[in-house]
Nanobody, 122 residues
Framework: EVQLVESGGGLVQAGGSLRLSCAAS????????IGWFRQAPGKEREGVSC????????YYADSVKGRFTISSDNAKNTVYLQMNSLKPEDTAVYYC???????????????WGQGTQVTVSS
């Protein structure tokens, strides 16, 4: 059974930082694409960032480029999203997701975590 467990969400002031973690199990972590999506109230879910754990290639949404950094620790089967210079518009539920490739992850992910709330106050 594939499991994706997120942690690290919380409340932070604008300009602050948070680091999200996604611990994966039940899948070939070294040869997968894992990433983060977010959904704010009344808005569609959007892809934020993802990484190919096999070659390290990454994707970032334009809205987070230069502020967020995704990384993976293959020894711990964990993907991290370091979020700096947070803005109120970053407030959302952040979901970890996984799929075979970055392309399939961004179009139709195979697996999803339960989500973690990130709230940025102004």
């Amino acid at each position: 059974e594939v499991q994706l467990v997120e942690s690290g969400g919380g409340l932070v002031q604008a300009g602050g930082s948070l680091r999200l973690s996604c611990a994966a199990s039940g899948l070939p972590f070294d040869d997968y694409a894992i990433g983060w999506f977010r959904q704010a109230p009344g808005k569609e879910r959007e892809g934020v960032s993802c990484i190919s754990t096999s070659d390290g290639s990454t994707y970032y949404a334009d809205s987070v480029k230069g502020r967020f950094t995704i990384s993976s620790d293959n020894a711990k089967n964990t993907v991290y999203l370091q979020m700096n210079s947070l803005k109120p518009e970053d407030t959302a539920v952040y979901y970890c997701a996984a799929s075979g490739t970055v392309v399939t992850l961004l179009t139709l992910a195979d697996y999803w975590g339960q989500g973690t709330q990130v709230t940025v106050s102004s």
